[in-house]
Nanobody
Framework: QVQLVESGGGSVQSGGSLRLSCAAS????????MGWFRQAPGKEREGVAG???????TYVDSVKGRFTASRDNAKNTLYLQMNSLKPEDTAMYYC?????????????????????WGQGTQVTVSS
């Protein structure tokens, strides 16, 4: 049984930092493409960051230079370090697992390409 469990969300002030974690079980995260998505109320789900099996990372333009995706293969855990947070980063954040190579196919931000999803963790940034 595949499980992705996110943690690390919370409430911070603008300019603050949070680190999200996504613990995977039932799959080997290092063999897949792992993605971070977010969805704010009334908005569509958005791909935030992805890390492929070869370690290649990619980001949506709005978070480049502020967010960093990483992976601890020994712990089978994905991370999203979020710095310089802005109120517009407020959303429910989800991790997802999909087939390796999504980065190179250009479809890493397409949610339907992912097979497994976590339950999400809320991030709230106040001004």
């Amino acid at each position: 049984q595949v499980q992705l469990v996110e943690s690390g969300g919370g409430s911070v002030q603008s300019g603050g930092s949070l680190r999200l974690s996504c613990a995977a079980s039932g799959i080997t995260a290092s063999r897949l493409h792992m993605g971070w998505f977010r969805q704010a109320p009334g908005k569509e789900r958005e791909g935030v960051a992805g890390i492929d099996n070869d370690g290649q990372t990619t980001y949506v333009d709005s978070v480049k230079g502020r967010f960093t995706a990483s992976r601890d293969n020994a712990k089978n855990t994905l991370y999203l370090q979020m710095n310089s947070l802005k109120p517009e980063d407020t959303a429910m954040y989800y991790c997802a697992a999909g087939p390796r190579g999504l980065h190179w196919s250009g479809s890493w931000s397409t949610g339907t390409r992912y097979s497994w999803w976590g339950q999400g963790t809320q991030v709230t940034v106040s001004s």
